[in-house]
């Protein structure tokens, strides 16, 4: 079975500065890795996705995330925060193929500090 | 991209009533849906895998019963909530793959809060 883990709770960093989240994932066969923001009483959006390709990856709103295949992580990555940037934080990872099920971290929350 | 839209946004009930959630996808057909539960701050539970034409499969510890799911259309799966209490106060938030595309991505509703009195 797939799963996900991000070992902070919360990641407070100063606006400006550079922002990483972290993940890490387990799953058998080729992992689809996504990442997804979610602000209060919303749903998921949708940030940046690895399926194949280039391990660094470049998503919305100036984010981007590096696949590490032997250290099995995906973290996500910004050069510089901005206070709009707080929010919780999902890192998710599936098996590839099918409409298989994602398998969702337990979440970040990220607050920038002005 | 594509858009799904879950309806109603927030619904109030009182303890017993039953509260129908839609799920549906706008622009897209979706062979699979999937619910989730979400308490405050914590990650997305999921509940159930939606299949058009076809029982919904259920995650462990989830009642079934309680629970109901409909997945009727391509374009649409419904949760009910029966005989809600103020335990099942929660966001339900549901998702949809593509049916043919490969991208991978899972797209997701705006989330429904129910609060049950």
């Known amino acids: 079975a797939q799963s996900v883990a991000q070992p902070e709770d919360q990641v407070n960093v100063a606006e400006g500065n550079p922002l990483t989240v972290k993940c890490t994932y387990s799953?058998?066969?080729?992992?689809?890795l996504f990442w997804y923001v979610q602000y209060p009483n919303r749903g998921l959006q949708f940030l940046l996705k690895y399926i194949t390709g280039d391990n660094l990856v470049k998503g919305s709103y100036g984010f981007e995330a590096e696949f590490n295949k032997s250290q099995t992580s995906f973290h996500l990555k910004k050069p510089s925060a901005l206070v709009s940037d707080s929010a919780l934080y999902f890192c998710?990872?599936?098996?590839?193929?099918?409409?298989?099920?994602?398998?969702f971290g337990k979440g970040n929350q990220v607050v920038v500090i002005p | 991209g594509a858009v799904v839209s879950q309806h109603p946004s927030r619904v109030i009930c009182k303890s017993g009533t039953s509260v129908k959630i839609e799920c549906r996808s706008l622009d897209f057909q979706a062979t699979t849906m999937f619910w989730y539960r979400q308490f405050p701050k914590q990650s997305l539970m999921l509940m159930a895998t939606?299949?058009?034409?076809?029982?919904?499969?259920?995650e462990q510890g989830v009642e079934k019963d309680k629970f109901l799911i409909n997945h009727a259309s391509l374009t649409l799966s419904t949760l009910t909530v029966t005989s809600a209490h103020p335990e099942d106060s929660s966001f339900y938030i549901c998702?949809?793959?593509?049916?043919?595309?490969?991208?991978?991505?899972?797209?997701f509703g705006e989330g429904s809060r129910l609060t049950v009195l």
């Open positions: 799953v058998s066969g080729n992992p689809y």
């Open positions: 998710a990872v599936r098996r590839g193929g099918g409409n298989n099920r994602l398998a």
């Open positions: 939606s299949n058009e034409g076809s029982k919904a499969t259920y």
């Open positions: 998702s949809a793959y593509q049916a043919g595309a490969n991208t991978g991505e899972l797209f």
